[in-house]
């Protein structure tokens, strides 16, 4: 079936500004995870949704971040004020609850 | 601070050996064990998962876990050149309920030479 979409594959923008970057899950995928990772580096845990819960947002870098979930389904995630540093490649994940992660293709950012 | 560690390589083998790659953890309560394969410029795509102590194999791909060591290792036998990527070990972590969080290592770039 289809897998994790995200989109756009690549977005360009002028510090300052504000992006919004979309993940479509596996259908029936109650948890859903973003990541960051930045060129040469390691995942970074961004924030988590499962179900109907309260997101765990423990890994948002600063309050410029935000994300949410639409009916347990498509998310956005929410960068305001773009800053260089905000440059990275955004990875969305997606998984049954407990069972290993199916990421997307990837948001590739970079703030001009 | 929990932590997944990985020598970052590059671990350069010749085509038709075998690739060992390794991971250590500090989370002594981890019950989940993961091998993502992630090639330059693409998304990780898991390689294989492991639970419980021993060994598990999946064609050219064996893991290995010893929870005792804090230690899980994975074997690729018959290395190819399309086998040349990073892989990423990642753990789950117990002090997030239901095993929903993974902690993440650096990974280890694989080079296999023709």
């Known amino acids: 079936g289809a897998g994790v979409s995200q989109s756009p594959s690549n977005k360009v923008t002028e510090k300052g500004k504000d992006v919004e970057l979309r993940c479509d899950p596996i259908?029936?995928?109650?948890?859903l995870y973003w990541y960051r990772q930045s060129l040469g580096q390691g995942l970074e845990f961004l924030i988590y949704?499962?179900?109907?819960?309260?997101?765990?947002k423990s890994g948002l870098p600063s309050d410029r971040f935000s994300a949410e979930r639409t009916g347990g389904s498509v998310s956005t995630l929410t960068i305001q004020r773009t800053q260089q540093e905000d440059s990275a490649v955004y990875l969305c994940?997606?998984?049954?609850?407990?069972?290993?992660?199916?990421f997307g293709n990837g948001t590739r950012l970079t703030v001009t | 601070q929990k932590e997944v560690e990985q020598n970052s390589g590059p671990l350069s083998v010749p085509e038709g050996a075998i690739a060992s790659l390794n991971c250590t953890y500090s989370d002594r309560v981890s019950q989940s064990f993961f091998w993502y394969r992630q090639y330059s410029g693409k998304s990780p795509e898991l390689i294989m998962s492991?639970?419980s102590n021993g060994d598990k194999e999946d064609g050219r791909f064996t893991a290995q876990l010893n929870k005792a060591s804090q230690y899980v290792s994975l074997l690729i036998r018959d290395s190819q050149p399309s086998d040349s990527a990073t892989y990423l070990c990642?753990?789950?972590?117990?002090?997030?309920?239901?095993?929903?969080?993974?902690?993440w290592g650096l990974g280890t770039s694989l080079a296999v030479n023709p």
């Open positions: 994940a997606s998984s049954p609850t407990g069972s290993p992660l199916h």
């Open positions: 259908s029936g995928h109650t948890a």
């Open positions: 990642a753990v789950t972590d117990s002090n997030a309920g239901n095993n929903r969080k993974l902690i």
């Open positions: 949704f499962q179900g109907n819960s309260a997101p765990d």
């Open positions: 492991i639970y």
